[in-house]
């Protein structure tokens, strides 16, 4: 007789399980198994395989003698011929080939620049960066304002070196400099470097400020200001004028406890985030809310947001985390939709971030503060999906 399958195996061993039940019942019976035939093929039948008979020992409570019991073979999981069989070892791989798939289309590291320390030149803590119309980078940290080439050459000190901490940094098509973080009010300077005026007056009334850390312009020249001390943002035009208040203190959707961050994007969407939550608020371009993301898998919740930056070419939000040191992106069409992050660990070497603050997308370009790390750091941005 040919050797038994694995299948008929296991059959044969529940079928005498079951007689064994049925034996015991019958005080006294015993099993046998019932002769195994084979297939045209010589192999053993599983199902014969898996047939055993009650001798003796019947009783009216169990199976007569001669009864057969039958138990039906445990089939083998259907395999396709050249598929593996499911493994961690290969859910490991399908996890490593996602991580890999989503880390191509993720900006790439280019160069980073900065020296620790707080004479000119050196860098000490930046909070946020703005790019100008010529590609130089203003880096705002806990020294003042600095602007620099794209390559980390020094070209001036704003405000002739006497600005204090710089929170948030904000470059309107005209080339001014919109600066936040220097008490109630949030400072201006021309192209050149030199002061230009303020907007906001200390207060909180609608248009008035409080504790203003985050600035942005949009392309029309309008000015919104996150002030964290009245809990809302304000909207101002291209001369000053106040033109619309965004949220109000409290928990609930379109409300805030401390809004650290604003950015625009080209539809006049307005983008929220707090120094004290785990998401970004959208509103309509009129100030009523429209939706929040970044609360989802565990991969894209954000944490201590600190920059918001909209790439629209390439249909992306990139938002950065400092307690996660962490640059995620999200669709910019469907912000609910993660794509991927950069970072995610304390680090100092090429691409890693230690407490990364604002960040801003220009010309094909990701730059990012890297608070701690105290460098600003550039990234490839990837080429647009069609």
Known sequence: MQPMTEPARSARRRALSLCAVAALTALGG?????????????????????????????????????????????????????????????????????????????????????????????????????????????????????????????????????????????????????????????????????????????????????????????????????????????????DGRHLLTIGERGSQSGQFTAPRVVAVDGAGRIYVGSGDDFLVQRFNPDGTYLDTFGQGTLDENLFRTSGIAIDAAGGRIYVSQSMSHAVQAFDLADPTRYLGVIGGHAGMTKGEFNGPGGLEVHDGLLVVADTRNNRVQTFRLPEPTP
């Open 30 to 238: 015993a099993c046998r198994t019932a002769e195994a035939p084979t297939d045209a093929g010589g192999l053993a039948d599983p199902a014969a395989a898996g047939t055993v008979v009650v001798e003796s020992g019947a009783t009216p409570s169990g199976p007569a003698a001669g009864t057969i019991i039958t138990a039906a073979p445990i089939a083998s999981p259907a395999v396709t011929a050249g598929t593996p069989r499911p493994t961690a070892e290969a859910a490991a791989d399908a996890t490593r080939q996602k991580a890999a798939e989503q880390a191509a289309q993720m900006p790439r590291f280019e160069a980073s620049f900065g020296v620790a320390g707080s004479q000119p030149g050196q860098i000490m803590l930046p909070f946020d960066v703005a790019v100008d119309g010529d590609g130089n980078v203003y880096v705002g940290d806990s020294t003042g304002v600095q602007l620099f080439t794209l390559s980390g050459t020094l070209i001036r000190r704003i405000g002739e070196g006497t600005l204090p901490v710089a929170e948030g940094l904000a470059v309107a098509p005209d080339g001014r400099l919109y600066v936040a973080g220097h008490g109630p009010q949030v400072l201006i300077f021309d192209a050149g470097g030199n002061p230009a005026g303020t907007l906001g007056q200390a207060g909180e009334q609608p248009g008035q400020l409080k504790k203003p850390s985050g600035v942005t312009v949009d392309a029309a020249g309008n000015v919104y200001v996150a002030d964290g001390g009245n809990a809302r943002v304000e909207k101002f035009g291209p």
